[in-house]
Structures are given as structure tokens and as C-alpha cells.
T-cell receptor, first 114, second 114 residues
Framework: AQSVTQLDSQVPVFEEAPVELRCNYS??????LFWYVQYPNQGLQLLLK??????LVKSINGFEAEFNKSQTSFHLRKPSVHISDTAEYFC????????????FGPGTSLSVIP | ETGVTQSPTHLIKTRGQQVTLRCSSQ?????VSWYQQALGQGPQFIFQ???????GRGNFPPRFSGLQFPNYSSELNVNALELDDSALYLC?????????????FGPGTRLTVT
């Protein structure tokens, strides 16, 4: 069975400071990895994904995540956060051998303080 | 290109009643997945429909059922509502043949069971 752990339920950070949101997963088979963002009262939006190739993936708005197979981690980072980054962030995995089922972590609430 | 839409936006039902939620998939997507997101938690996979057939199911009882129509829109039906069914229900569409492994989420339906 697959599972996703996000140890930090809430992360407060000052504007323009760096941030790291941690994600670890457990799976007996290879997986694809995703980060989704959810703004208040909205659905989920894909932030970035790792399918294969380079272990460092980047989004268009400055976020990046690095896949670490030995540590089964996919931490999300941003060197300088903005007020608009305040949201809920979900790490998720999908099995490479399965239908399109995605397992989500419990989420990390990022609050950017002015 | 039209995104994923869901209706209604909000719904209040009484315990024991039945409810139907609707989802229109994004243009060109033939797969629809449904998720339940309880307050403060990550989305939980309910089931997935591909070409009008259920092709995967999470750990939800049979009173959660669904349909997919020839235009790939979908319904989620929940019978004998319980208080714990109160949640945000998210629909996501995808097209496995595109090889992107992305799911596009709708804004959700907020169901409150009293």
C-alpha cells in the first residue's frame, strides 16, 4: 500500500523568506510524484510533478521540488515567498502500474506573514 | 477550453437522505475520478470512471456509487447519508492516453449533512 506523510501541518514564514515543505512517501512500487496547491474555497491546482528524468523539477512561479529515491522524499522549496503563496499544499503519489488513483498527504498550511 | 465544472456548489442534506453530485470533465478527457476531502484533511480517492465503467475504487462503502455518461460527464451518488459524509467532494478529469499523468480538479461541492 502507498502512503504520503507531510510532517508539518502548519508552516508560518515571513514574506521574502525561504520555505521548505516536507513530503515523504511509502510505496512498494515505483510512483509518480506531485505537489498540488489549494487556495481557500477552491479546488486543487497542480504545482509541479516528477515523472522521470531530472530529479529537480520547477514550477513557473518559483517553486521547486527534488525527488530523492533513497530517502523516499519529494520536498517542496521556494527561495522567497510572497503573500499570494498563502495556501494549503498537498503532496501526492500515483502508482506507475495502476489506474489513475492518486494518494494525497494530509496537507501543509503555508501562511506568509507580511 | 472549458475546465472541470461541478454542481451544485453547496448542498445541505439531512442524515438518511440521498444526494447526487455532478461533474463535467475537461474537454478531451475521458476519465473522471472522485475524491472526498474532509475538513483539514487531504482528498481521499472514492472511485474512478473510464469510458462509462468503474475501473478503480477506494475504501468507501457501496452506498457511494457513480455513473459516467457518453459525453464523459459523471455523477456521484451517496445513499443513506451519515454525518461523517460532510465534506468537500472533488471531481478530477484526466486523459491517460496523453501520458501527462495530470488530473484537473473542479472547484468541488461542499456537502453538509445535519
Amino acid at each position: 500500500a502507498q502512503s504520503v506523510t507531510q510532517l508539518d501541518s502548519q508552516v508560518p514564514v515571513f514574506e521574502e523568506a525561504p520555505v521548505e515543505l516536507r513530503c515523504n512517501y511509502s510505496s512498494s512500487v515505483s510512483v509518480y510524484l506531485f505537489w498540488y496547491v489549494q487556495y481557500p474555497n477552491q479546488g486543487l491546482q497542480l504545482l509541479l510533478k516528477y515523472l522521470s528524468g531530472s530529479t529537480l523539477v520547477k514550477s513557473i512561479n518559483g517553486f521547486e521540488a527534488e525527488f530523492n529515491k533513497s530517502q523516499t522524499s519529494f520536498h517542496l522549496r521556494k527561495p522567497s515567498v510572497h503573500i499570494s503563496d498563502t495556501a494549503e499544499y498537498f503532496c501526492a503519489v500515483r502508482m506507475k502500474t495502476s489506474y489513475d488513483k492518486v494518494i494525497f498527504g494530509p496537507g501543509t498550511s503555508l501562511s506568509v506573514i507580511p | 477550453e472549458t475546465g472541470v465544472t461541478q454542481s451544485p456548489t453547496h448542498l445541505i442534506k439531512t442524515r438518511g437522505q440521498q444526494v447526487t453530485l455532478r461533474c463535467s470533465s475537461q474537454s478531451g478527457h475521458n476519465t473522471v475520478s472522485w475524491y472526498q476531502q474532509a475538513l483539514g484533511q487531504g482528498p481521499q480517492f472514492i472511485f474512478q470512471y473510464y469510458r462509462e465503467e468503474e475501473n478503480g475504487r477506494g475504501n468507501f462503502p457501496p452506498r457511494f456509487s457513480g455513473l459516467q455518461f457518453p459525453n464523459y460527464s459523471s455523477e456521484l451518488n451517496v445513499n443513506a447519508l451519515e454525518l461523517d459524509d460532510s465534506a468537500l467532494y472533488l471531481c478530477a478529469s484526466s486523459s491517460p492516453g496523453q501520458g501527462t499523468y495530470e488530473q484537473y480538479f473542479g472547484p468541488g461541492t461542499r456537502l453538509t449533512v445535519t
